[in-house]
């Protein structure tokens, strides 16, 4: 859940059976903005930007309460995070990768997407799970978006 004023925003996790509530993350900004994305198992996915070339995405652990923010290098701009049950993050970012993040799916010059959503699908006998990515995508400059799936095939990282 979010709560949104023009001077402060905060991202609120609630427990619906307890009635607890954590704050996940704050900004005091009046140009920023804040945003929850995705809760999947034991994870919670959020952006924030207190300006467009100061954004950051986030992949928050709910029992540890470790927030860990994705990798941003030096002026790129990444947004739209989503996270599976095993952690794993997805997110939009404004040029190619490096380092090392995988690269999924390169949109075509023009287009921007603004949601994603993903879902590991169990495994069936021997294939291993995959993810599925949802995503909204659409012409810059056009009022029309469509989704989309890719699919991760590279499955969870092992279990330690």
Not at 38 to 53: D, E, F
Not at 92 to 120: F, I, W
Request: proline share 9%.
């Amino acid at each position: 859940m979010g709560v949104y004023t023009r001077k402060l925003q905060l991202i609120l996790l609630r427990n619906l059976v307890t009635g607890e509530e954590r704050v996940l993350d704050r900004m005091q900004n009046r140009k920023g903005l804040l945003s929850a994305r995705q809760v999947s198992g034991n994870y919670a996915s959020g952006h924030g930007a207190p300006r467009i070339r100061a954004a950051k995405s986030a992949r928050h652990e709910l029992a540890t309460r470790v927030t860990t923010n994705l990798p941003v290098p030096t002026g790129k701009v990444v947004y739209s995070p989503s996270v599976n049950t095993d952690g794993t993050t997805y997110y939009v970012r404004s040029t190619p990768l490096a380092g090392d993040s995988k690269v999924l799916l390169a949109l075509p010059n023009g287009y921007d997407a603004d949601v994603t959503y993903a879902t590991l699908r169990p495994p069936r006998g021997p294939t291993p799970p995959v993810t599925d990515i949802y995503f909204d995508r659409g012409r810059c400059g056009q009022n029309r978006w469509d989704i989309f799936r890719v699919e991760d095939r590279g499955g969870p990282p092992p279990v330690p």
